[in-house]
């Protein structure tokens, strides 16, 4: 029952394709080589001003602070959601013990 079962490759039936034919091609020695590719400039480097360095670190301060409530936010849910069912728990068990 928890042993897998293999299905078995079925054999192919009906006409195959015939194969493939393959045409040889002829290399010349005297072809030049094509010309190299131009180089590309470098980047120029980034410029960090003052101003742009405030504008990351106001950015990074941001989504740091939007994670971190959403992250709270959950952990206060899931400790709701503990304190709820242990209630519950302990009210079934009170009214079980009752009878």
Not at 1 to 29: D, S, Y
Request: charged share 10%.
């Amino acid at each position: 029952m928890f042993r897998p079962k293999v299905p078995t490759m079925p054999q192919p039936t009906g006409l195959t394709a015939p194969p493939a034919v393959v045409e040889l091609t002829t290399i010349t020695p005297d072809t030049p080589a094509p010309p190299p590719a131009p180089a590309t400039p470098a980047r120029p480097a980034v410029q960090l001003t003052p101003g742009t360095v405030l504008a990351l670190v106001g950015g990074g301060t941001t989504v740091v602070l939007v994670v971190g409530a959403v992250l709270v936010s959950m952990l206060l849910a899931v400790a709701l959601t503990a304190a709820s069912v242990a209630v519950c728990a302990l009210t079934v068990r009170s009214v079980i013990a009752r009878r």
